[in-house]
């Protein structure tokens, strides 16, 4: 099942109204990386009229032609891409208006003959309607495949599990320590630890948009996103 919200526990400097980093576990980073998967025509509704550039009118034009101009299926492919994400991590919060996130589908083979089809069409090209054989994708995973089905992909996401994780304010990622809070409190020039607060806010696909969003237009994002919120 996809994750609808992670939690997130947010350290702000309230001297400077600003979060200097959250403790995040598996489900965010997973959410975090995997938008790196996401077609670049994801992101243009999102920006609306803050699109610099020429991408926005790529998209107008796709949106605007009529399908006279455009082979079958190629508007809907281009609009609302399909994206193939491992569920269970992260992945649900990346199910945006224009995008169809979906889990990666099953290969399937009959004896009549060697050809191999997925599990939508449950027929290979001889039209024989029965199949036999499930098959496992054979060579270096890809977990962007559709035809790629693996327990240890799809279940496992991007990072591991027993691990917290250090995401700043620009979404910068690394593990937990000790360390690295001295380091990140030094850099900022945190004196006074009474200063700083503890706050645990909930990240749903709503909250997702809103920090996708950010992340094309500030370095500051979690600030941006999370600190309105709070004074609601």
């Given at each position: 099942m996809a994750v609808n919200k992670v939690s997130l526990k947010l350290v702000i400097d309230t001297e400077r109204?600003?979060?200097?980093?959250?403790?995040?576990?598996?489900?965010?980073?997973?959410?975090?990386?995997?938008?790196?998967?996401?077609?670049?025509?994801?992101?243009?509704?999102?920006?609306?009229?803050?699109?610099?550039?020429?991408?926005?009118?790529?998209?107008?034009?796709?949106?605007?032609?009529?399908?006279?101009?455009?082979?079958?299926?190629?508007?809907?492919?281009?609009?609302?891409?399909?994206?193939?994400?491992?569920?269970?991590?992260?992945?649900?919060?990346?199910?945006?208006?224009?995008?169809?996130?979906?889990?990666?589908?099953?290969?399937?083979g009959t004896s009549c003959c060697r050809n191999l089809f997925d599990d939508d069409s449950k027929r290979c090209s001889c039209q024989k309607a029965y199949y036999i054989e499930e098959f496992s994708h054979r060579g270096k995973p890809r977990v962007n495949d559709p035809y790629f089905y693996s327990s240890d992909v799809t279940g496992g996401g991007c990072v591991e599990e027993a691990v917290m994780y250090m995401v700043m304010d620009d979404l910068a990622v690394k593990p937990l320590s000790t360390v690295s809070i001295i380091s990140l409190l030094d850099k900022f020039n945190v004196k006074d630890m009474g200063t700083l607060e503890e706050k645990m806010v909930d990240l749903g696909m709503d909250e997702g948009v809103k920090l996708l969003k950010a992340s094309l237009l500030s370095k500051s994002v979690l600030t941006d996103v999370f600190l309105p919120m709070l004074k609601q």
């Open positions: 109204r600003r979060v200097v980093y959250a403790e995040a576990g598996k489900e965010f980073v997973d959410f975090l990386f995997n938008i790196l998967a996401l077609p670049i025509g994801t992101f243009v509704p999102l920006l609306n009229q803050e699109m610099v550039g020429g991408l926005g009118n790529i998209y107008d034009s796709i949106e605007n032609i009529s399908s006279v101009y455009l082979k079958p299926n190629v508007k809907d492919s281009l609009l609302t891409p399909k994206v193939y994400i491992s569920s269970g991590t992260g992945g649900g919060l990346l199910e945006l208006p224009n995008v169809t996130s979906t889990v990666p589908r099953k290969l399937y």
